[in-house]
């Protein structure tokens, strides 16, 4: 088949939106936590870059999106044809007739694993080791990811069931948030958490994060058609929507509940919105992305303080945000669905289905969130018992930027042999005054 350069260009630029919302997760987290562990929490979104651009190019592929010759086999797994991608040098285009080279497609699927990664982070930002944290990312994409989007978008078992996920509400978010939630428990609680104010140390980031995430979403969602159409239109304007109300839903919960919206709230709210309608944005109207976002903006705002009702340390609310969100928008399908594309007798209840697609609705979720926990709990396990996850708690005190980077974010000046610290231009002069005396 000839290649469509529309589409290939399309599909190139889709694909650069994509991997820049890592970097914007970086700002977006980095944001949030602790001046001390800034620089730490960037560079696990970055490192997640490297590890699984590595695991992907030798294997994950063949795995997510490979076949194999054994029927049954292939329903959990894919195959090892694709290893290296080098067969895919060799295939000019597709075979489901897109016209897009199949390395595009590759690297497109590429940056989703590298950002659902990126996104367990958060859960425990200011108290991992980085070491730990890369030996994870490489074992928890292997044994975790790239089976889930082979069961779900590589012609697995959940796809043959005729669950719909359009961009990765439950591959991406319900699978990230799962394991955010693991390994929350396995690390346990931040020092002085809920008695140390630990408040995000520069919102500034955070609404620049938030910023490149929703734009680079934009690519996340409509390149996920893999076509320049109706339907890549219809995705890219119902992630507008959605994003936007959710925003203003969370800002409205807080205005009411607390008196005051915040800049932190308009992020995270836009961010729910944005993880709520990826699983449901090519199959949705626009009217049903209204509600989607409403719904998301508010029940997320209420979400994330579960984690102080049941007990554990979520740093930065991936699974108030991701775990919940993309459940509400997986399951969201199973009433608002009006052009699935699995079984086009599968609409949503409203628009005369039955409550099979509701079932099938349910059914994902629950399933790779329960892999996905597991997993993640028995890898933390493993890694902890054997080369130690959490930093000391002297180091965690300190703060991990200069225990495990020997840097620091921000350059406030430096310390004397003294103790005594300079202002940012140098030593005040009454003080260095006093020390010479």
Request: aromatic share 10%; hydrophobic share 50%.
């Amino acid at each position: 088949m000839k290649i469509d350069s529309g589409t290939t260009a399309w599909m190139l630029a889709a694909t650069a939106l994509v991997l820049l919302m890592t970097p914007g997760l970086a700002f977006f987290y980095g944001g949030m936590t602790r001046a001390k562990s800034v620089l730490n929490m960037m560079m696990m979104s970055f490192v997640s870059i490297i590890t699984v651009t590595i695991a992907w190019t030798i294997y994950g592929h063949a795995f997510a999106f490979g076949t194999n010759g054994n029927e049954t086999l292939n329903k959990f797994i894919g195959g090892l044809k694709e290893i290296g991608l080098q067969s895919l040098v060799d295939t000019a285009t597709k075979e489901d007739g897109t016209g897009m080279p199949s390395l595009v497609f590759s690297a497109f699927q590429l940056t989703f694993a590298i950002i659902t990664v990126a996104l367990i982070s958060g859960a425990i930002a200011d108290r991992a080791k980085f070491g730990a944290w890369v030996v994870f990312s490489v074992v928890w994409a292997t044994i975790v990811y790239f089976p889930v989007a082979h069961w779900v978008w590589g012609g697995g078992w959940l796809t043959q069931l005729g669950i719909e996920d359009f961009a990765g509400g439950t591959v991406v978010h319900v699978n990230a948030g799962a394991a955010g939630l693991a390994l929350a428990l396995v690390l346990g609680k931040r020092s002085g958490w809920r008695k140390d104010p630990m408040r995000p140390h520069n919102l500034t980031l955070v609404l620049l994060g938030v910023g490149l995430l929703w734009f680079g979403w934009f690519g996340f969602n409509a390149g996920s058609e893999l076509a320049v159409d109706g339907t890549a239109g219809l995705a890219f304007m119902n992630t507008q929507i959605a994003t936007a109300v959710a925003a203003g839903a969370w800002i409205l919960v807080e205005k009411i509940r607390d008196g005051h919206s915040t800049t932190l709230g308009v992020a995270s709210g836009a961010v729910a919105g944005l993880v709520a309608i990826t699983p449901a944005c090519g199959f949705v109207d626009p009217w049903a992305a209204i509600v989607i976002g409403a719904i998301a903006g508010a029940v997320c705002a209420y979400a994330v303080g579960l984690k102080y009702k049941l007990g554990f340390d979520d740093s930065l609310d991936v699974v108030g945000v991701h775990l919940v969100g993309g459940a509400l928008g997986a399951i969201s399908l199973g009433f608002f669905a009006a052009y699935p594309f699995l079984d086009p007798q599968a609409e949503g209840l409203f628009y005369g289905g039955g409550l099979t697609q509701l079932g099938r609705q349910i059914l994902g979720p629950v399933v790779v969130g329960v892999y996905s926990f597991v997993l993640a709990w028995i890898i933390g396990k493993i890694i902890d018992k054997t080369m130690g996850f959490r930093v000391t708690e002297e180091d965690e005190v300190t703060g991990i930027d200069i225990t495990t980077h020997a840097e620091t974010g921000y350059d406030l000046g430096s310390v004397h042999a003294s103790g005594v610290s300079a202002s940012v231009n140098g030593p005040v002069p009454s003080v260095a005054k006093k020390v010479d005396a």
